[in-house]
């Protein structure tokens, strides 16, 4: 579900990113998924590291080259990024400095620069990571976020990127219709707050959630969802 759609903080008004995009990963991610492995990548990360940032380097040359040419040949200006690997407590910090931001920022930054609009899924818990978010161009990219404070990351990013998420599946599945109308109304009054919010839960599907919660969440984020 999909509510209000709120203008991002220094950009036109954003219409709901799809899925119908081009798919693209982290390079980390693209290495551990389909070549190495997760136990192969992160030995390599101690026994290989030079050669293991040589391999993503090229991984991200094509990804960015096979993005950019869907785009062309779609029309369709959105590239859909999910984060398998980058999470808080998956690799320390100076590893997340040195295998993981660095080229999916050039990843997305070579998007935007392209026309197309990153979509990242930010699985997992970004709480740890939120102020490297801060690096993207400013208004140019959109995150949903499953498992993060999603007051946190508007207080660190809701000046650079367009922010999904924060509805709890377990409150659509097993809570009350006043704490989904509560929590509903936080959401558009704090996270909502100047725009550059779109309401969504954190994993994008409602599988077990009840009808009459949903309905519930749906006409309280149409009444406290609206910009005067």
């Known amino acids: 579900m999909r509510g209000s759609v709120c203008p991002a903080p220094g950009g036109p008004r954003h219409r709901p ?17 389909t070549l ?3 136990r192969g990548i992160m030995l390599d990360i101690h026994r290989r590291p030079e050669q293991l940032l040589a391999a ?10 096979y993005a950019i040419n869907w785009s062309r040949a779609t029309g369709i200006n959105v590239c859909f990024i999910p984060l398998h690997r980058g999470s808080d407590g998956f690799m320390s910090l100076p590893q ?26 930010h699985e997992g818990v970004w709480d740890q990571r939120l102020t490297y978010l801060t690096e993207l161009p400013k208004g140019k990219t959109a995150g ?19 922010i999904m998420g924060g509805m709890s599946n377990s409150l ?12 509903t109304r936080k959401l558009c009054e704090t996270v909502g707050k100047g725009g550059g919010y779109i309401m969504s ?9 009840r009808p009459e919660l949903v309905k519930v969440w749906v ?6 969802g609206v910009y005067q």
């Open 219 to 224: 006409e309280a984020t149409k009444e406290f």
């Open 172 to 183: 659509l599945e097993a809570g009350t219709a006043e704490e989904v109308r509560s929590l």
């Open 96 to 121: 997340f400095e040195k295998f993981y931001w660095p080229q999916l920022k050039a990843l997305q930054v070579g998007l935007v620069e392209a026309g197309i609009q990153p979509f990242v899924f």
């Open 201 to 209: 839960n954190g994993v994008g599907k409602l599988e077990g959630s």
């Open 144 to 162: 949903l976020f499953q498992s993060s404070d999603i007051f946190k990351v508007k207080e660190v990013v809701g000046e650079t990127m367009c």
């Open 56 to 65: 993503e380097e090229k991984v991200l040359k094509f990804q960015l080259e």
């Open 36 to 38: 190495r492995g997760m």
């Open 17 to 33: 990113p799809t899925f119908m995009g081009s798919i693209t990963e982290a390079p980390f991610d693209f290495m551990s998924d």
